[in-house]
Nanobody, 116 residues
Framework: QVQLVESGGGLVQPGGSLRLSCAAS????????MGWYRQAPGKERELVAG???????YYVDSVKGRFTISRDIAKNTVYLQMNSLKPEDTAVYYC??????????WGQGTQVTVSS
């Protein structure tokens, strides 16, 4: 079964940058339509960025112009470059397929904390 391992989170000051990675094991899972999701304390998990199989991308309005999703299929890895981070970006970040029928069990996520 495919396992997802997110990494790259940490504590960063407002305005800083982080690059998240999501490594998928077991198959070329990352070639599917993939998304980065986040869950802040007391809130539901939300989709923040997606990349289609053909490569087109989607961003929620709150991260447009600041976040960039990409992937390396050869490495079976999806990335999220996050720039100009804001305190409201604080959350646990996860990756998974965009389509419900393609989703696999969620990984442990990676914590992003934006604070001065």
């Amino acid at each position: 079964q495919v396992q997802l391992v997110e990494s790259g989170g940490g504590l960063v000051q407002p305005g800083g940058s982080l690059r998240l990675s999501c490594a998928a094991s077991g198959s070329t899972f990352s070639a599917n339509a993939m998304g980065w999701y986040r869950q802040a304390p007391g809130k539901e998990r939300e989709l923040v960025a997606g990349i289609a199989s053909a490569g087109s991308t989607y961003y929620v309005d709150s991260v447009k112009g600041r976040f960039t999703i990409s992937r390396d299929i050869a490495k079976n890895t999806v990335y999220l470059q996050m720039n100009s981070l804001k305190p409201e970006d604080t959350a646990v970040y996860y990756c998974n397929a965009l389509l419900a029928t393609m989703k696999v069990p969620w990984g442990q996520g990676t914590q992003v904390t934006v604070s001065s």
